[in-house]
């Protein structure tokens, strides 16, 4: 992959396509992560004296075309804000994504000056399935444009047309997120050091269990919580109340606990759990010490044993990833399961990669040290998508000439 770094930009228009999707609670961006680690790329080709136009998505926009879309939001202002304190520097927010106004910004920017599109998934074309649509749409994105530089490492695994198409049309280069974040994974996938042990939880499900199989292959342990859980618990038989439930994956769920059985790979579940009567902050927390959770009742942290149980299994790991919270961390009642995780890993010395983006917020919101981890990245599904061994979409488009 060529690097944005040996690009020669210095007068020139460049579209950076960066990960800015950020956790928001109203306007209000609960965590900059993302934003800051989109600083080094930008940084550099200011300081070279590029005209820096950046492309990100946010949320996920509902509405059938670019009108509802964009009425609905939400609008990249805020991050336009935050970025803009960050790199001490204003930052031009276009009120389009490829249309008049983002055409206008950049006809008229200056050297070293920095502006940002709308969100590009106000474009239903950024995701569409179809080839001709999208490219419809990654034209009007690289006209904005001389060079393209793809540093969005979360949306990597993403066949949209800001991620896969516009690379396609410009002279192309990777910045410097991807590169460490590539670097990192890379690591992760030649002879780690063992024992390998991989964390998951989270609430994506069925993209989760997707890539699990191959996980399971690559690591010596499997420690499993937060909602995915509960579809292997159930695939054992066990009761799950009314927690979260893909009931159509059992039988993948099953054929994965054979694999990892015949594999000699040790698969870890919760053993107890904390549970509540619905999904909200100031619900009561209630403890349930088996494994079998009863109707009506939801799911929400892994309980004291589990916790136990899980930094027990985490005590002798040489190497570890970590994707997906095992509990609703946001909630303070919650907390306690992700928190003895971030720890028990923080304690392992060795490589530790934690993935995903509420994981990373998770960690910087328990407050854990700096220096915990030896990587943070800011990839959920890019990362495990990647460590399953399939080619990204968008590391592809960059890797491929010109
Ligand atoms: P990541 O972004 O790190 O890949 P996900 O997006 O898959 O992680 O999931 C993060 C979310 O999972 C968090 O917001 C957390 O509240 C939620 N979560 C964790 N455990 C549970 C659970 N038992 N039930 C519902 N949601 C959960
Ligand atoms: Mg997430």
Not at 263 to 276: F, N, Q, R, S, T
Not at 344 to 352: C, D, E, H, M
Request: with cysteine; net charge negative; proline share 6%.
């Amino acid at each position: 992959m060529k690097r944005a770094e040996d690009l020669s930009v210095t007068g020139r228009a460049v579209l950076v396509r960066t990960d800015l999707n950020v956790p928001l609670d109203g306007e209000t961006i609960t965590d900059d992560g993302r934003i800051r680690a989109s600083l080094p790329t930008i940084r550099d080709l200011v300081g070279r004296g590029a005209q820096v136009i950046v492309c990100a998505h946010l949320g996920r926009p509902k509405g059938d075309d670019y009108a509802a879309r964009a009425a609905g939001g939400p609008s990249l202002r805020p991050v336009a804000d935050r970025l803009a304190e960050l790199l001490g520097q204003p930052v031009t927010l276009a009120t389009d994504v490829a249309g008049e106004s983002a055409r206008v910004i950049a006809e008229t920017m200056a050297d070293g000056e920095v502006a940002l599109l709308e969100n590009v998934r106000f474009e239903p074309a950024e995701t569409s399935k179809d080839d001709a649509v999208r490219g419809e749409l990654a034209a009007r994105l690289a006209a904005l444009a001389d060079l393209y530089v793809g540093d969005g490492f979360g949306a990597m695994h993403r066949k949209h047309a800001s991620v896969y198409d516009t690379p396609q049309l410009l002279p192309h280069a990777a910045g410097q997120l991807v590169l460490a974040e590539v670097a990192v994974l890379r690591q992760l996938t030649t002879d780690p050091a063992r024992p390998y042990v991989v964390v998951l939880g989270g609430a994506k499900v069925s993209d989760k269990l997707a890539v699990i199989g191959n996980l399971a292959g690559q690591a010596d342990r499997l420690l499993i919580a937060g909602g995915m859980a509960y579809t292997f618990l159930a695939a054992q038989g066990h009761q799950v109340g009314a927690s979260l439930l893909e009931t159509e994956q059992i039988p993948h769920v099953t054929a994965v606990l054979a694999d990892a059985a015949k594999a000699g790979v040790e698969v870890v579940l919760p053993v107890d759990h904390v549970v509540a009567d619905r999904f909200a902050a100031d619900a009561q927390p209630e403890l349930v010490p088996g494994p079998d959770i009863p109707d009506g009742k939801l799911g929400l942290d892994i309980g004291p044993a589990t916790r136990e149980l899980f930094a027990r299994k985490l005590a002798d790991a040489k190497t570890v990833f970590w994707n997906g919270p095992p509990g609703v961390f946001e909630f303070p009642a919650f907390a306690a399961g992700t928190r003895a995780v971030a720890e028990a890993i923080s304690a392992v010395t060795g490589l530790t990669v934690v993935g995903g983006g509420d994981s990373a917020a998770a960690v910087r919101h328990l407050n854990m040290p700096a220096d915990a981890y030896t990587h943070i990245s800011t990839g959920g599904g890019a990362s495990l998508e990647y460590l399953e061994g399939r080619t990204l979409p968008g590391l592809a488009a960059l890797e491929a000439g010109p």
